[in-house]
């Protein structure tokens, strides 16, 4: 568990564990990107383990707060961004998680986490690396969510503006990895 400054109580929105299979409940705005990471099964397994290990929201410039160095379902992480009194706390709880097989193939690797109160959205957000059957390497990330109270709803543009600023880093990150990957 997170002990510093998490508030309590459990996930705040419907659906919960609906960007598995990439849905999301009525009224929920919906984010799908998909970006080419490169090929083989070795750039796979080195993103895999970066996603699951919380190193893509910090390559997003997120400072991260887990309670368990790797992506569990139930593990409670809280994101944070921005610096000092204007830090913005993102609480979060992880829903499901897909691990990545042993064996060679077609799979994919991954989880996704949704939100908390003090959160400011209330929605679902998940991150998956593909290895397609051609041994291509996809990364896919779902979102839905709404703003949590009328505050984060007024500053709807902004909101938006921040939302593709951070999916953009997680790309990027992802990016970084798979580069990693490739000079193993």
């Not at 569990?72 to 979060?92: D, E, H, I, K, Y």
């Not at 908390?116 to 397609?132: C, I, N, T």
């Not at 503006?161 to 880093?169: C, D, E, F, K, N």
């Amino acid at each position: 568990m997170i002990e510093e400054g998490h508030p309590g109580g459990g996930l705040n929105y419907p659906g919960a564990g609906s960007t598995e299979a990439g849905t999301a409940p009525a009224g929920y705005g919906r984010v799908l990107k998909e970006a080419y990471l490169g090929s083989g099964t070795t750039v796979y397994r080195h993103v895999a383990d970066g996603i699951l290990g919380w190193e893509l929201q910090r390559r997003a410039g997120l400072r991260v707060r887990a309670g368990s160095p790797r992506a569990a379902p139930g593990v409670r992480v809280v994101s944070g961004f921005g610096v000092g009194p204007f830090r913005l706390n993102a609480p979060c709880q992880v829903v499901w998680v897909h691990e990545p097989s042993d064996l060679d193939g077609p799979q994919s690797a991954g989880f996704g986490y949704g939100t908390l109160p003090g959160h400011p959205a209330r929605g679902e957000e998940s991150f998956e690396v593909e290895l397609d059957g051609e041994g291509k390497v996809w990364l896919r990330i779902r979102a839905f969510s709404k703003p949590a109270n009328w505050f984060y709803a007024a500053g709807g543009p902004v909101t938006r503006a921040a939302q593709r600023h951070v999916t953009s880093r997680y790309i990027e990150g992802a990016r970084s990895l798979a580069a990693e990957g490739t000079s193993q």
